[in-house]
């Protein structure tokens, strides 16, 4: 139960981060969800994730995170074990030099709002 109140609480959070995103870019286009590909392929992360050393399959470990999925349902989706998620989260929160999942998210959003002029 307490999963399910977490998901639901981080797909509202990551919704209401959109629609703010979209407001202050005045794109007031039909509202799309960002998907985690898209960020991730953002022009403002190109360098940086070349800086940070995100090897792919951290990548797709990324992607999962920033749709709020957690490490069993990361494992299932990339057909590894738990302890295999952890692994690529520590790799990933050292590189990242993060201590978090909330701060990876708020440091892509971050790079992809300053990159595009936008003041936070």
């Known amino acids: 139960m307490v999963c399910n109140v977490q998901a639901s609480i981080n797909e509202e959070l990551l919704a209401s981060f959109q ?3 979209l407001s202050r870019s005045g794109e ?3 509202e ?3 998907s985690p590909g898209k960020l991730l392929n953002n022009g403002a992360l190109k360098s940086p994730k070349e800086e940070w050393g995100i090897s ?3 990548e797709e470990v990324l ?3 920033i749709l709020g999925k957690t490490n069993k349902e990361i494992a299932s989706a990339l057909f590894i ?7 690529h989260l520590s790799r990933i929160f050292n ?5 978090d999942r909330s701060q990876i998210i708020a440091l892509i959003y971050k790079r992809i709002l300053n990159s595009e002029g ?3």
């Open 118 to 120: 936008l003041e936070i």
């Open 32 to 34: 799309q969800a960002v």
């Open 56 to 58: 792919p399959r951290e």
């Open 28 to 30: 007031q286009q039909q």
């Open 63 to 65: 992607e999962l995170i």
């Open 81 to 87: 074990s738990e302890h295999t998620v952890k692994n």
């Open 19 to 21: 629609s703010f995103i």
């Open 95 to 99: 590189k990242m030099n993060v201590t």
